[in-house]
């Protein structure tokens, strides 16, 4: 923490930054759990709205549509509006947030999730048309996508800044696991608040009621958002970020002046240390601590962000790894999305796509339907990545899981219509665990890890926006794609996706135990000098 930041708003995480017990790299500390505790909500949101928008789709049926099918338009911009907002959003805040600092922007998502979630259940849909709903809907959802989107790059950042090289993977995969998490607590919500409207709903005959159900099921989102804003908004702004910023790693003549610079001075050891440690400063590191220090802190001529950020990415090793990142996500998003948000086609073949029954029996059904795929597969993916990172290394996941993605996918498309429903469901468990365990996963890590701090917001943010792309695709296209040419030749899409996330992830270097910032100030030492 800065000296000038106020006590008011010490968290306790300044302490955290350079602290490296030796433990395993997946067990948790008290201040770790409180980091991810405040990063983690956005990505439980993420999920939590792309699971909850299927169930809610349906309802809307019953609503406003007398049990008929929502307009194709409409559902589509339905479907697909949050992920709309949020290429939005992390091209917006991953910007803002290396300008301006982490500090200024964090928090201000989560304050946007919170008023479009609030005006998304506000929807007057007694008063406006069925379509005037859900355009009503679709709007504020694009607001939330924004705040959503905007929590990407802003919480990855925030993570980065402070964890310790060995451990940095670790922590970004248990961000990205709350994910597993908002699906697993959205599916059983929306069987409990079903089982309490079952009365109203079945006995009683009044489907109409299907409209709190819904609301309900929107509005408990609200819970974890406000109960991390205030954390959020009172975080201090990350040592590592504040060197960054002052250009205190491009000070130095060598990388060894460099690593001398960060024995003597913490501040600076947080920029552009590769591996945490505090070893005992010599006499001679003492007596030149003072020096370093005002050279590290003293104002510096400050060149326009967009400027740096263009002569950066403009050589081709930089532009490759970015073209890397912004690919694999982009690839990885059309077929992950592509499934998840079209989880019908699978419910019907595991036989619990509600087609039967009164309105609350289907619905009920499909929520149970839903339940049994998130279980299929999702949470298992995402904590055997937390295990392995640090020890197979991103590339190596990453790699694996498109390969396997796609030989699941293949099996799926080929064989489609003749699987048995064990088959079918294995074949599926499979394909959701080795999303989870490789690309899903790592497209995420990469971005926050191979950038150093000047750029790193700004790089997730352009990478996952790519990503969200690839979703907006998948939402729009899937359903005619599937009427047009079939359910089969859209998973060979997917399939090819796959395949073409693992050669793009060629471009990218691996970058376990690779401090961003020392590479950054060597690469600009060697430019100096030529």
């Not at 959003?89 to 991953?94: L, M, N």
């Not at 696991?177 to 005959?205: P, R």
């Not at 099996?411 to 999303?435: C, E, K, P, Y």
């Not at 890590?445 to 792309?469: D, I, L, N, W």
């Given at each position: ?49 792309l699971f909850i928008i299927n169930p809610v789709s349906t309802m809307l049926q019953y609503r406003l549509y007398g049990g008929a099918a929502l307009p194709a338009g409409l559902q ?45 259940i506000s929807d007057p849909t007694g008063d406006l048309s069925p379509s005037g709903s859900l355009i009503w809907l679709s709007v504020f959802r694009i607001i939330l996508g924004i ?159 967009w400027a740096e950020y263009v002569q950066y990415f403009s050589e081709w090793r930089h532009f490759k790894i970015l073209l890397g990142t912004c690919s694999c996500w982009f690839l ?199």
């Amino acid at each position: 923490m800065s000296e000038f930041e106020p006590a008011s708003v010490r968290s306790g995480l300044e302490e955290y930054e350079r602290e490296d017990d030796g433990r395993p790299t997946f067990m948790l500390s008290r201040r770790e759990m409180k980091l991810l505790s405040i990063t983690g909500v956005g990505f439980f949101l993420d999920a939590y709205d792309l699971f909850i928008i299927n169930p809610v789709s349906t309802m809307l049926q019953y609503r406003l549509y007398g049990g008929a099918a929502l307009p194709a338009g409409l559902q589509g911009l339905l479907k697909a509006s949050a992920n709309i907002g949020s290429v939005v959003g992390q091209f917006g805040f991953g910007y803002a947030a290396d300008y301006f600092g982490r500090k200024a922007i964090y928090g201000k998502e989560l304050m946007l999730i919170i008023f479009a979630t609030i005006m998304c259940i506000s929807d007057p849909t007694g008063d406006l048309s069925p379509s005037g709903s859900l355009i009503w809907l679709s709007v504020f959802r694009i607001i939330l996508g924004i705040g959503i989107g905007g929590d990407y790059p802003m919480s990855a950042s925030v993570t980065t800044d402070r964890a310790n090289l060995r451990r940095r993977g670790t922590l970004l995969a248990y961000i990205f696991a709350n994910q597993g998490w908002g699906s697993l607590i959205g599916s059983l919500m929306v069987i409990v608040v079903l089982a309490c409207y079952k009365h109203v709903m079945e006995t009683e005959g009044e489907t109409s009621k299907v409209d709190g159900v819904w609301r309900i099921l929107v509005g408990l989102s609200l819970v974890p958002a406000f109960g991390t804003l205030y954390q959020r908004l009172t975080l201090p702004e990350s040592q590592k970020y504040q060197a960054a910023k002052k250009g205190a790693d491009l000070e130095a003549d060598s990388i060894e002046e460099l690593k001398k610079k960060a024995d003597a001075d913490p501040a600076v050891s947080e920029s552009v240390q590769p591996v945490d440690s505090s070893p005992p400063l010599s006499t001679t590191a003492s007596e030149t601590q003072s020096s370093v220090h005002e050279k590290a802190h003293s104002p510096q001529p400050k060149r326009a962000y967009w400027a740096e950020y263009v002569q950066y990415f403009s050589e081709w090793r930089h532009f490759k790894i970015l073209l890397g990142t912004c690919s694999c996500w982009f690839l990885l998003d059309i077929a992950f999305y592509g499934i998840n948000l079209n989880q019908n086609v699978v419910l019907e073949q595991i036989g619990f796509a509600g087609n039967s029954g009164s309105p609350w029996t289907r619905l009920f059904k499909i929520g149970i339907g839903n339940l049994i795929i998130t279980g299929l597969g999702f949470l298992p993916g995402y904590y055997v990545t937390i295990l392995t990172i640090e020890k197979l290394g991103r590339k190596w996941i990453q790699i694996q899981g498109f390969l396997l993605a796609a030989l699941f996918l293949g099996i799926l498309a080929g064989m489609f219509h003749t699987l048995s429903t064990a088959a079918f469901i294995v074949n599926f468990a499979l394909l959701q665990f080795f999303f989870n365990f490789g690309a899903n996963a790592t497209t995420y890590c990469y971005p926050a890890e191979v950038f150093p701090t000047r750029f790193r917001a700004s790089a997730h943010g352009m990478s996952a926006a790519c990503g969200k792309a690839g979703a907006i695709i998948s939402a729009l296209a899937f359903n005619s794609l599937s009427e047009s040419i079939g359910t089969p030749a859209v998973l060979w899409i997917f399939f090819g996706c796959c395949i073409a996330g693992a050669v793009c992830s060629l471009l990218l270097p691996e970058v376990r135990n690779r401090d961003p910032d020392l590479v950054y100030a060597q690469e600009e030492r060697e430019r100096r000098q030529n």
